[in-house]
């Protein structure tokens, strides 16, 4: 009545899938069903699905080329045993349903397992029928579902932590930043991030502002006005224009020694009138033309930082103008109280606390971006003899200066 174990070969003795009911090794297993082809040769001619073989009983179907074997004791009753093995045969085309080959029952080998498993229980035969072997593997495990969903809650959780730890680490690199008297690696321009007022979130000024500060040292004032030259381009210019034999200019004077002289001297006069608060606004103008003098992109960042000489100053309120221009995207620095700024466009520390004396912290970034027309426009007009260039202030309302055109000229 027992069977033993059960299995599919091929012709030449490979075992493809084989499942063992019984207390039996798995080499013993491997040698029955090996041997099953050889001693299938030897029986040729014989109508028969059964053969017996020492203490063992095969029963066989055929099935594509290869075979379906059940192993048995010699005691079982063949006729269960037969049902069993068409039981079984009917589970290999269930799963293996575009074509029985043995790359497709390898493909499905767990899962014709699972079913044999249904089929067949400690040796004997389930009373079972074939759709009730595939809703039993269909079926769902509540517990599986349970530990699964408690997985992802975990996974979850993890996710949140590890990103409040993230904007608490940001924070604090922020106020050291500040506290240290700059902005150093600084944040971009994306969302506001949430601020804490609370007296833990920040560590005060006064900690930072006890030693005594360095002079700083005036920084260089970058000229404004427009960039048009760099090397690659003096060298297209240069094959340019020997191929169309114009002759080049003398290079003109360097316009960075006017600019510097000028900043140098706008520092010298800030230092004399040593104000107890000063305030430095800074702001770049990025845009990119093409030919036309069509706008590719305009990029505008701005960024204020005040210096207090004075620690009786330390305690000032900049009130700033009205900042309703829906182009441009204002960024305090997380010691400045956000809601008095948000609500009366006060910049002021956060608790009442002094800003830090001797420094130059940042405390408001803006940027915008946007595709409008430049105020200057720039127009070349080639020839044979040379080159033309104009440009014209388009907005007769808005006045530029200290503007420098830098062309690319060879030898320059």
Known sequence: MPVIAAGIVTKLGRILVARCFMDVTRIRIEGLLSA????????????????????????????????????????????????????????????????????????????????????????????ATMEQVVTALEMRSEAEERARREEDEKKKDAQKVAKQKAKELKKKRQEMEFEGGGMGGGGGYGGPVPHDDGPSASHRFSEVATAEPEPVKPARKIGGGMSLSNKRKQDQAARVLAETGGSMPAKPAAPDAAAAAAAAAEEEELQANSHQVVLRVTEAISVALNREGGVNGVDIKGEMSVTIADPAAALVRIQMGALNNPDFTFKTHPNINKALFTGDNILAMKDSRPYPTNQSPSILKWRAQSLAKPPLSITCWPSDNGATIEFELENPQLTLEHVVLSLPLAGA
């Open 36 to 127: 099953f082809p050889k001693l299938l040769g030897s029986g040729t001619g014989k109508q028969t699905t059964f053969i017996d073989s020492g203490s063992v009983r095969y029963l066989y179907q055929p099935v594509e080329g290869m075979y379906l074997v059940t192993v048995t004791t010699k005691a079982s009753n063949i006729m269960e045993d037969l049902a069993t093995l068409r039981l079984l045969g009917r589970v290999i085309p269930e799963y293996c349903q575009s074509a029985i080959t043995e790359e497709s029952i390898l493909d499905k080998a767990f899962e014709i397992m699972f079913a044999m498993d249904e089929v067949v229980t400690n040796g004997a035969r389930e009373a």
